[in-house]
């Protein structure tokens, strides 16, 4: 029997030249999750920042969301002059912040994981540190190349969870084990969000929506990893299909 899956999520393309040609890409982690995880069917969306188009796909789908890459946001979208030699996709961030905007503006609900968190925050006025280890303070939260995939993906440092988050209504403890896989990290945190956990440093890790009228949710670590063999990570994206759930009613 075929299994109909009705929830349908929407998520981005990253862009890659292979060659001398243009590519759109998808993490299979994000995909395994939505399907793995949320029983649910996911829905590519090639960035391609055309109004017309996104709002075919968002009109089809019962959420967003937001997956981690490669490349970082380029800089001058909050405001700050390019420091790091890193990679960036500006296809994606141009198709990721009208995505964005006009989910929130269809009460689509929006679920940002590492990238997609940060973009979360830009889009809604915050910025960025670009190195976050070249900041007084911050631990090195960026993962070890040398190390195999099971490794980086691993437990690095805990969090620690509001006590009146989301997260902490569905953790069995104040404190949870993250994994750590980035460069970047929230700066100066959007207006219209509040702080969920925050590292062992100080470092923002997770945030959602001010209002409780919409669901936003963004978190800095990857909980799509293996997500059915974590209890935490896959509550995390059970609040995000109860939310997608609620919407497509």
């Not at 970082?72 to 964005?100: C, K, M, V, W």
């Not at 997260?167 to 104040?174: A, F, K, P």
């Not at 509040?194 to 409780?212: C, K, N, P, W």
């Amino acid at each position: 029997m075929i299994d109909e899956r009705p929830l349908r999520i929407g998520v981005l393309a990253d862009c890659k030249m292979v060659g001398p040609h243009e590519f759109h890409s998808f993490g299979d982690k994000y995909l395994r999750a939505i399907s793995d995880g949320m029983k649910a069917l996911p829905v590519l969306i090639p960035a391609w920042a055309e109004r017309d188009l996104l709002y075919c796909y968002l009109s089809g789908v019962q959420g967003l969301l937001l997956t981690g890459a490669h490349s970082n946001i380029e800089p001058h979208h909050y405001g700050a002059q390019l420091s790091t030699d890193a990679f960036h996709d500006s296809a994606r961030d141009s198709s990721a912040f009208l995505l964005i905007d006009m989910a929130l503006g269809m009460d689509i609900p929006v679920f940002g994981i590492c990238r997609g968190f940060q973009e979360i925050n830009v889009v809604l006025g915050g910025s960025l540190h670009q190195k976050v280890q070249a900041v007084d303070g911050l631990m090195d939260h960026r993962e070890d190349p040398g190390q195999s995939p099971a490794k980086q993906y691993g437990p690095r440092h805990e969090v620690q969870l509001e006590s009146d988050s989301l997260l902490r209504s569905i953790s069995d403890s104040h404190k949870q084990a993250v994994n750590s896989l980035h460069q970047q990290g929230v700066s100066r945190l959007a207006e219209d969000l509040v702080v969920e956990a925050r590292a062992t440093d100080g470092l923002i890790e997770a945030f959602r929506s001010r209002g409780l009228d919409r669901f936003v949710l963004g978190v800095q670590w990857h909980p799509e990893w293996q997500v059915t063999r974590n209890p935490f990570y896959l509550r995390i994206f059970n609040i995000f299909k109860q939310a997608c759930l609620a919407r497509q009613e």
